[in-house]
């Protein structure tokens, strides 16, 4: 409400975003010259302000809260647009011939440098690139593909989110080629065209967590029917399972785990929430046992499966349970817990260093 006499002017905006039905459903919010919140998230875009200075901000596919400044004096409708800022992400190829089998990779390798593709799954081809790889799957997929990367005397292996989609669009993901800092995880981020699930990715590690549960709300229908995106599905399944909202999602979830058996997270997710159901704990610690058998791609999930196997809710001694937490148990030492998907180094490169510590 203004003040009698107050002069009014108008502030209209624009915003720029693949999210949201091209941005008419992205919220705005807007504070005045004190930061004093006077509209709270609407996807209103017009507005009769009193003369003087405001920010409009929302959170966009860039994963962070964009801001503007903007003047209403009246003179005439002031106009700004909100618009992403991407970091710069090199396009993948349209050709099919530039990406390459790891055999073609190794064979035009001429020059060795500090980080590189040793091995990947049979299923994966790369474009090269001068300050990245795109990878992408060339068959139907089987299992959450990896690649094996050498660097600063150290090799690692790392789940890809690679999806089951048309294997020409929409379905890649960046590494980023660079080993420094040596000690830091491996870049990988789902790539920009895969919108969605890009958004949400960066949303997450930006700490734009309500924005996030936000988008994943939508997006988990939306990837296994108008847009298939299995992984971006998974990532949408996870962060509602953060938020505890994925309860309200059961159907979708059994859908997951049902059309994309190859990828186990949706199994570990869909385990954590029938532990709790009447009737329901032999189901869930047979999906959550054959999940222990394949490549995980989040390493949260692969913590979640950890924990639900080590802390059964009753008394268990089965022998599946036993095994499934001895593969995990063997595993958990190398894994990098500070990246988004599994990354762990071999064991035979930590065996191979002791031993060199051990004769120094």
Known sequence: MTAEGERIGVLQIEVDSKLYYRGEGVRVEIRDSDLILIQPATTQRSFDLPYGLYEISAVLEDGKRTNKVAEVNGKYPNRIKLEPNLPFEPLASKNDIDFRSISELQQLKTVKTDMEIVDISSDVTVYEVESHWILRHSQIMEQVPVVTINRVGSTVQASLPISAGDHRFSVTCHVTRRSEPSFGPVQIKISQSRSIASAMERMVEAGQF??????????????????????????????????????????????????????????????????????????????????????????????????????????????????????????????????????????EDHDANAATSARA
Request: glycine share 4%; hydrophobic share 45%.
């Open 210 to 347: 309500e924005s996030a549960t936000r988008l994943a709300n939508k997006a988990l229908e939306t990837l296994l029917s108008k847009f298939v995106d299995p992984t971006g599905a998974a990532l949408a399944a996870l962060i509602l399972y953060k938020a505890d909202r994925l309860n309200d999602k059961l159907g979708l979830l059994h859908s997951l785990v049902k059309r994309f058996g190859w990828l186990p997270d949706g199994k570990i997710l869909l385990a954590s929430q029938l532990v709790r159901l009447p009737g329901q704990r032999e189901k869930a610690l047979q999906l959550a046992c054959q999940a222990s058998e394949q490549r995980i791609l989040f390493t949260e999930t692969f913590s979640l499966l950890l924990d639900l196997l080590r802390y059964w809710p009753e008394e268990s001694d089965s022998k599946a349970r036993s095994e499934a937490l001895s593969r995990l148990s063997n595993r958990a030492p190398f894994v990098d817990w500070r990246s988004t998907y599994l990354c762990d180094r071999l064991q």
